[in-house]
């Protein structure tokens, strides 16, 4: 099947309003390790192969803080690449800084920008113009052992309520150890957004700019993690839980679409399976997914000619097609809108034994885990580590969010009086 859908990418051949004559040269900073590094590699060649006039250099800098990092020294010595993928965060720091071409003024944008989720658009829009769009962004679905409950006798769930029983009933005590917890998170910013968003919560900056990051929504949502860890339901990690994904030691798990293809040769030797399922909603009965990922952005300090095969390649990257064989290889989520109407994209939802169906759904509700504010790193941390005195009982889940709330409160003044 995915061979199938490789060809398709291959047949492609992607027509813009401008020519660029001579070969350009474009380099790309990113943070693609593994088998996403892999498939972004392979569809560039395809773009170079396309476009013999443009060269796309692949430069693998590091995943996460190491890229951030560079990109953000790299414009402090004015040594910028073409392009780099970036979080909202540092892209609205680079803005600031005036290093970023503003991708709404580049041909046919209007028309790149309607084929993606407008959640997604604003992962780049900073005072209501787009400089950035979203490339690798991940959603968190609820993975699930269809063994284990089968055995139980139930469906995968579908609200929180059902989730706060179910992680009981598949919990298992013998002697008074855990065998297997019912549920498993890590203690990160990315799983209470997820959780928070089904309160009401999720949201830490209003559209006014007030902080809300002890709104009741977000201590409902942190409260329903820390009671289950309490009464033993639930296992809570810092890290990445390789463990808990590959072995039969969790019956559901909280995590992102994009874990998938680096635990996958283990998890095909898994006797109790694995599949996905959207994270279970609140009240109102709707799915609202949290994102996470990077943005894509073109820097002014290359040259015109540098910026427009940049643009040129952005407008590949987000094709339908592109973003199907994207989603198909890596479990990111497809944020072309197309994608999901596709055949192909239906045919591969239904010979997966994974059910990769969540990863693509609630997307027009989605909000994204982050803040697109050059402040908000710091903040992150601290909400990352409210979460982590919550969960060990250190503070309540009130207290916890208020302490960060201060931290965040302080931390925006601080900057802007600088």
Do not use: C
């Not at 690449?81 to 970036?86: L, S």
């Not at 095909?268 to 990922?293: F, H, I, N």
């Amino acid at each position: 099947m995915k061979q199938r859908i490789f060809i398709f990418v291959i047949g492609i051949v992607f027509i813009t309003s401008f020519v660029i004559a001579q070969q350009v040269t474009v380099t790309f900073w990113e943070g693609m390790s593994g088998p996403l590094g892999t498939t972004l590699q392979s569809i560039t060649n395809i773009f170079n192969k396309e476009n013999p006039n443009i060269d796309i250099k692949l430069v693998f800098i590091g995943n996460g803080s190491q890229l951030d990092s560079k990109i953000l020294a790299a414009a402090e010595a004015k040594d910028l690449p073409t392009m780099t993928q970036a979080y909202p965060a540092w892209t609205a720091q680079l803005v600031y800084d005036g290093v970023v071409a503003p991708l709404y003024t580049f041909p046919n944008f209007s028309e790149v920008e309607n084929e993606l989720y407008p959640a997604e658009i604003n992962l780049g829009k900073i005072n209501g113009k787009v400089y950035a769009l979203p490339f690798n962004q991940e959603n968190y679905v609820l993975y699930y052992r269809p063994n284990m409950l089968a055995e139980a006798g139930i469906n995968p769930p579908t609200t929180m309520a059902e989730l706060q029983k179910d992680a009981k009933l598949l919990t298992i005590k013998k002697n008074g150890k855990t065998i297997r917890y019912g549920f498993a998170f890590r203690t990160n910013v990315m799983a209470l957004t997820s959780v928070a968003l089904q309160f009401g919560g999720g949201i830490y900056v209003t559209k006014d700019g007030k902080i809300t990051i002890n709104s009741t929504g977000n201590v409902k949502a942190l409260s329903f993690l820390v009671n289950l860890v309490k009464k033993g339901y639930a296992y809570a990690t810092a890290g990445y839980p390789d463990h808990e994904l590959t072995t039969s030691s969790v019956a559901l798990l909280l995590g992102g679409g994009a874990w998938l293809p680096y635990d996958i040769s283990d998890i095909a030797g898994q006797k109790d399976g694995l599949k996905m399922v959207p994270v279970p909603y609140g009240p109102d009965k709707e799915t609202r997914p949290a994102l996470k990922g990077e943005d894509l952005i073109i820097f002014n300090t290359a040259t015109v000619e540098q910026q427009n095969a940049a643009w040129k390649y952005i407008q590949f990257l987000l094709s339908p097609a592109v973003q199907l064989y994207w989603a198909m290889q890596t479990n990111y989520s497809p944020i072309n809108k197309e994608v999901i109407n596709m055949n192909e994209w239906k045919l591969y939802v239904e010979s997966s034994p994974y059910n990769p169906a969540p990863i693509a759904e609630g997307l027009q509700n989605a909000i994204s885990e982050t803040e697109l504010l050059p402040w908000w790193p710091a903040v992150q941390l601290d909400i990352k580590t409210a979460v982590e005195n919550a969960v060990s009982g250190a503070m309540t889940p009130q207290q916890a969010l208020d302490w960060a709330q201060q931290k965040a409160e302080n931390i925006y003044q601080s900057y802007y009086l600088r």
